[in-house]
């Protein structure tokens, strides 16, 4: 059977909220793009206390990453969130060294699981580092996006490093068509391919 990581979400912060009904948990949010963010952001803004975390050295060139980046402080700015975001350098050769050996298999396999794992290995460490209550990212509201996958290594990474990682599904509840509603609304630029110079050939 599968895991309702919607469910598991919902589980999660109720016993947070039970065991420290005195304050909101703080989330250090793995971000990828604005459209990716939105709907998100718009679900969890009031039950958490959280910082957002660029980290995509994935994406096929500069100006590509710059421009999500923009987007993304855009989306904040027109919505009206007062949120920090940590933006971490431009390294897509972290990128190339985690995919060698599997630039040959297609979109959607082990080139990708290792792409999240680099994105989320990041924020984790980042969140330890920071103390942060939990760590996540926005990449499970894809539908492109293998959902088990990301919760099965969020897990692996709670538990090499000692940080709590936040299960989820943000498809969920129509929350990806939420999505796709709030970026027409903000003009906000929705792009093609998830970043990687292999998805951008794929979609050609």
Sequence with gaps: MKENYDVLMEMEIKRFYQSHPERKP???????????????????????????YYY?????DINEHEKRYDEVVKFLSEFELDLKIEKKDYLPKDFIK??????????????CFACYRLRLEETAKFAKQMRYDYFASVLSIS????????NEIGKELEEILEIRYLPNDFKKKNRYLRSVQLSKEFG????????CIFSQKERT
Excluded at 98 to 105: R, S
Excluded at 143 to 150: A, D, M, R, T
């Design 26 to 52: 703080t989330l250090l949010l793995h971000v990828c793009c604005a459209p990716c963010s939105t709907a998100v952001l718009e679900y969890l803004v009031s039950t958490f206390r959280i910082t957002l």
């Design 56 to 60: 995509n050295p994935n994406v096929a």
């Design 98 to 111: 985690a995919i060698k050996g599997l630039e040959g298999v297609r979109e959607g396999g082990k080139r």
């Design 143 to 150: 539908p492109l996006k293998k959902v088990g996958k990301i």
């Design 188 to 195: 906000l630029y929705r792009q093609d391919y998830c970043g």
